[in-house]
């Protein structure tokens, strides 16, 4: 991978098959606003344009903004892999700033967890309030991981809400709220994708995408996330010491 810029994320996803052939995409992004980096001024595809591509409880101007950011960054990505059929086995590396992650697997999953982390930082206002996890990207997540990190994460900001005056949403209403308008996109991509004739590759991803954020609305809804309570009892049993008189932590004056 080649020397990252200063406050750029960089994730190379390498693709292996059994022909030892290897195909290579990489993701830039901005560390600082998690907003994709990579070049597609080069795009002028008719079906990424806002008036051909745009989802129902889309916000944006049509007449301010002539392409659909997610559709045109996700243009490069699908014409990539559009030769590849979902069901194709291959080696799936993921290089970061920090590590190289690898599983054995198909391309619809390796281009799904690529996939994801164009859509959450194309700059579509609507799957944009995933951005902060993109910033913790765990490539191959499970459905039990990314919930984790999904939940964790909105407690997280609304902790800041909390310690910064404004009124944070610990019952996370808002969360499911925008998980719903996050299945509207998914939805919409899948058939403007059909309509376009890509191959199965591009759509099978985006389907698994939608599958997540179903299992997420899901349980929000009937309180399912419960069972996550158990990765807590540590911090129950912790409470009931006082940790401000461990020596270790906090030495004593002498």
């Known amino acids: 991978m080649e020397e990252q810029k200063p406050g750029q994320i ?9 022909e030892q052939i ?11 606003t998690l907003l994709i980096e990579n070049d597609v001024s080069h795009i002028h595809k008719e079906w990424t344009k806002l008036k051909n591509f745009a989802c129902p409880n889309c916000p944006l101007d049509i007449a301010k903004n002539e392409y659909c950011p997610l559709a045109k960054n996700l243009a490069g990505v699908l014409d990539f892999f559009n ?25 619809q999953i ?27 990207h765990l490539p191959f997540a499970s459905l039990e991981e990314t919930e984790y990190r999904v939940f964790s994460t909105y407690v997280f900001a609304q902790y800041f809400k909390f310690i910064t005056g404004d009124k944070p949403d610990w019952e996370l209403t808002k969360l499911k709220a925008a998980y719903e308008q996050i299945q509207i996109v998914n939805k919409n991509i899948v058939t403007k994708l059909s309509d376009v004739e890509l191959n ?5 991803a985006v389907v698994t995408l939608s599958s997540f954020a179903e ?11 419960i069972h996550l309570k158990d990765v807590f009892n540590s911090f129950g049993e912790s409470s009931e010491h006082d940790f401000s008189s461990q020596s270790i932590l906090y030495p004593k004056k002498s």
């Open 10 to 18: 960089k994730f190379l996803y390498k693709f292996t098959f059994r």
């Open 22 to 32: 290897t195909v290579s995409f990489e993701v830039k992004i901005n560390y600082k």
């Open 83 to 107: 030769s590849l059929p979902s069901y194709e086995e291959a080696k799936v590396s993921v290089d970061t700033n920090d590590r190289t992650t690898s599983k054995q697997t198909t391309v």
């Open 110 to 136: 390796g281009v799904g967890s690529l996939i994801g982390i164009i859509m959450a930082s194309s700059g579509c206002p609507i799957i944009g309030v995933l951005r902060p996890l993109v910033r913790f």
């Open 200 to 204: 199965d590759t591009s759509r099978n």
């Open 215 to 225: 299992y997420i609305i899901f349980n929000l809804e009937d309180k399912e996330y």
